[in-house]
């Protein structure tokens, strides 16, 4: 029944001149009847007032106590004004007015809050839909599929092969592990849901924290640049499996086992088990790609670099120099031991494998993420130290957000299928 509103896309950018146009509406709704210059200053000073506020606490959360853990932007924080400043233009306008005034005044707060919340997440990139802003999930239990049969070179189309590909949801069991996690998300491309489908290529992938599997498909898209992929490709793409490598939107374990759960044994033995006995993929080591966004892709270095016999290729966006949960990572996270800490550094690992024969590393950042960007091209020039053959693509004009994610995404992608052999 409501299907039409949850679909309601807002990343798009003529949302923005809707909520802007709103914004002034309500303004000038706010401030009819000030007639005086006195009327007219001091809802201005409110404004204003506002705004500041708006600017001080994204400066105390963002620069100071670095709640977030990423750098906000100057887009976020003018969208941020936006919000407060018509909030706070609103709560001024209720006192001393008439009843009709007070009404709409306040209908406007939360509305204004409303418009600010809309740019911030148009600039971050978190929700598409109204769906994905209420957590309410569109995926469908996962099925079985048949055994494969044969290769992607010798695969031959079938006539009522779908035109997209499939995204379902799963418990990979931590049978070695034990490690608590959330169900994990898989994408299966037009030839994974024929009645013979190939062996296909796999990527193994994670979101970022905080955050949840369905981050990648619901936030940066990637289901869409498949299907473009496969469309193009007679159906061939390649899966992608999504697990849960933190627990808890909360939760950091750092992609090792240790007093935060054994959460390398799940993503390297677990879960590629469970992908080689339910899913028809190849069993070469150059068909694999592990990857992921932010401390996901500081997992993807970490747990790549250190496995390169299971995986061919290694896809770090935006990821960390060093795993981290601020000042306690090596109390909480390695029982105390600067050694493991060390050990467990993309740096170490890297240096211990050293030098990789056959292992492609691809990285991304935004042009605007000054904290992650510098960091991306020190681990890459690393990797490529190492041995590995590299390629980094650069987001123009994003910064550390799910913009860049799909961006760097779709120009990695044809990098990835050339090593896989669908280029």
């Known amino acids: 029944m409501f299907d039409w509103l949850l679909a309601i896309r807002l990343d798009r950018p003529e949302l923005l001149v809707w909520v802007g146009g709103a914004a002034v509406l309500l303004a000038i709704v706010l401030l009819t009847g000030r007639r005086t210059v006195r009327g007219w200053l001091t809802m201005l000073l409110v404004a204003s007032g506002g705004a500041l506020l708006a600017y001080a606490t994204a400066w105390l959360l963002g620069d100071v106590f670095d709640v977030f853990g990423i750098e906000l932007t ?8 936006v919000g407060f400043a018509g909030a706070a ?18 209908l406007a707060i939360p509305a204004f809050l409303l418009i600010g919340a809309v740019g911030v997440n148009q600039d971050f990139g978190e929700f ?3 769906r994905a802003a209420l957590g309410i999930s569109p995926y469908q239990s996962f099925s079985a599929l048949p055994a494969a049969r044969g290769t992607t ?23 070695t592990s034990g490690f608590a996690h959330r169900d994990a998300l898989v994408y299966l491309p037009p030839a994974a849901l024929t009645a013979h489908p190939p062996a296909l290529p796999v990527i ?12 990648l498909f619901a936030s940066a898209g990637i289901a869409g640049i498949l299907d473009r992929f496969a469309a193009s490709h007679a159906g061939l793409a390649p899966i992608v499996v999504v697990p849960d490598q933190l627990g808890a939107p909360d939760r950091n374990p750092m992609c090792v086992d240790g007093p935060l759960g054994n959460s390398a044994t799940y993503l390297t033995v677990d879960v590629p088990a469970w992908i080689s006995a339910h899913l028809p993929v190849s069993a070469s080591r150059t068909d694999w790609f592990i990857a992921g966004f932010s401390q996901g892709g500081t997992c993807s270095i970490q747990l790549g670099a250190a496995h390169p016999g299971r995986y061919g290729g290694i896809l770090d966006i935006s990821g960390e120099v060093v795993p981290s949960i601020g000042p ?32 492609v590393g691809v990285f991304g950042y935004g042009s605007d993420d000054s904290r992650y960007g510098p960091g991306v091209r020190r681990v890459a020039a690393m990797a490529s130290a190492a041995g590995m053959r590299t390629t980094t693509f650069v987001s123009d004009g994003t910064a550390h957000d799910w ?15 050339a090593r896989f052999g669908l280029a």
């Open 328 to 359: 306690t990572t090596i109390a909480q996270g390695f029982s105390g031991s600067a050694t493991a800490y060390e050990a467990a550094a993309p740096s170490a690992i890297l240096a211990a494998h050293t030098p990789y024969a056959d292992t």
């Open 89 to 106: 233009l609103a709560i001024a306008a209720i006192v001393r007015t008439r009843a009709w005034r007070v009404v709409v005044a306040s």
């Open 403 to 417: 913009h860049t994610v799909h961006t760097v995404f779709e120009r990695a992608l044809p990098v990835i299928t």
């Open 74 to 81: 100057p887009v976020t924080r003018a969208w941020a004004a």
């Open 153 to 175: 070179t010798t695969w031959q189309r079938p006539a009522d092969l779908s035109s997209e590909g499939r995204v379902e949801h799963v418990d990979i069991p931590a049978t």
């Open 128 to 130: 598409a839909t109204v």
């Open 204 to 215: 193994e992938a994670f979101s970022g924290q905080p955050g949840e599997p369905a981050d």
